[in-house]
């Protein structure tokens, strides 16, 4: 499977900003979909949001639509996430995930066989 590693997190302000970016290695496949998940202290994992492997389609939880936006650069095999106007409930370990293909459900942790360690985010004052 492809080894993924994300990176950016740490303590922003509510309101603020963070960038988190997550580099992949070894894939094998050509077609896939790369995947943001959150998971906060006594919560489930859920999805972030979703990009394909041509950056062209794009998915978003409906609480951070507007607010986040997730990218490719294929030159670094690297997708990003730019997260906006962060609010108290955005903080957790996002993790970075990977599916080949286009999931038949792609917000479902099960989808994904590819998983980082996580990074963590926090919002706090």
């Known amino acids: 499977q492809v080894q993924l590693v994300e990176s950016g997190g740490g303590l922003v302000q509510p309101g603020g900003s963070l960038r988190l970016s997550c580099a992949a290695s070894g894939r094998t496949t050509i077609y896939y979909t790369m995947s943001w998940f959150r998971q906060a202290p006594g919560k489930e994992r859920e999805f972030v949001a979703a990009?394909?492997?041509?950056?062209?389609?794009?998915n978003y939880a409906d609480s951070v639509k507007g607010r986040f936006t997730i990218a490719r650069d294929n030159a670094r095999d690297t997708v990003h996430l730019q997260m906006n106007s962060l609010k108290p409930e955005d903080p957790g370990v996002y993790y970075c995930?990977?599916?080949?293909?286009?999931?038949?459900?792609?917000?479902?942790?099960?989808?994904?066989?590819?998983w980082g360690q996580g990074t963590q985010v926090t919002v706090s004052s």
């Open positions: 995930a990977e599916a080949g293909g286009v999931p038949k459900t792609p917000t479902r942790t099960e989808s994904y066989p590819s």
């Open positions: 990009i394909d492997w041509g950056g062209r389609t794009t």
